[in-house]
């Protein structure tokens, strides 16, 4: 792609002037100010997630030049980030600072979720709350592979709230989380069927469904070879089955993957 658009040259530049394989000083330092960050992860077929993650100063925490741990949550209970690590360990941060350098931190690298007490047994410095909305579950741990500038050509500057505006992080309160802001809770109450329906009644890719778990009958069967895909088909049909039982519909048999 850099020699379609004929940018090799720039792009070199780049790799030998701004990219590490670790956090130096300054890298340290900057995200260790730090109040939230996006996190870029992907399922073992490729399906991709971008998530937002925030807490106080240091919660994405350095451990050392070569290791960076952040808190995971109560949250939705979907945790498609976790899931996605558990899957593929690639995963990618991205750090804003739009109030005052404002300058951005790319880091890639490999994580592994680690449970909170394995994790103070080894490191007890780190910080700890009692608030439910608040308290870490498991942690990731990540190993830093590259880290580089993010240049603020068009980076927004943000001005923080006045102090005393409230910011209830890590509160349960539906209404104060936000609550249906873009309405999808009522347009699904309206439809009487959840749009997306969970990962365990979708199909998956490779297997009969579709591309991505967005549903569909296809008839393509996983490859002899892959018995996780084999699993994965086993485990659709048998929710699909189950839902189809619960909504009433009774169908003739006409194969097992039709």
Not at 18 to 46: I, S
Not at 78 to 102: M, T, W, Y
Not at 218 to 228: E, I, L, N, Q, T
Request: charged share 30%; hydrophobic share 30%; with cysteine.
């Amino acid at each position: 792609m850099q020699r379609r658009l004929g940018t090799t040259e720039r792009a070199d530049r780049f790799y030998g002037e701004q990219m590490l394989d670790h956090l130096n000083e300054r890298m340290r330092e900057f995200v260790g100010r730090q109040e939230m960050f996006f996190v870029a992860t992907a399922d073992r077929h490729g399906e991709c997630d971008n998530s937002f993650r925030a807490g106080p100063p240091g919660f994405l925490h350095v451990i050392d030049e070569r290791t960076l741990v952040y808190p995971e949550y109560r949250g939705n209970g979907v945790h498609a980030s976790l899931g996605n690590i558990q899957e593929n360990p690639h995963l990618g941060i991205l750090l804003v600072d739009f109030f005052q350098a404002r300058i951005g931190l790319h880091v890639n690298g490999r994580a592994e979720i680690v449970e909170d007490a394995e994790l103070r047994s080894v490191h007890p410095d780190l910080p700890s709350d009692s608030v439910p909305g608040r308290r870490a579950l498991v942690w990731v741990r990540v190993t830093v592979e590259e880290a580089y500038i993010h240049c603020a050509k068009h980076i927004p500057h943000l001005r923080r709230a006045p102090k005393g505006t409230p910011r209830d992080w890590g509160t349960d309160d539906q209404r104060r989380k936000g609550g249906d802001f873009f309405g999808a809770a009522d347009e699904a109450r309206r439809r009487g069927t959840p749009a997306v329906r969970p990962p365990s009644e979708r199909a998956h890719p490779g297997v009969p469904g579709g591309h991505g778990g967005h549903g569909g009958h296809g008839g393509h069967v996983p490859p002899s070879d892959d018995p996780a895909a084999w699993r994965d088909h086993a485990e659709h049909l048998l929710a699909r089955a189950r839902r189809r039982r619960a909504e009433g519909e009774r169908t003739p048999f006409r194969g097992w993957f039709d």
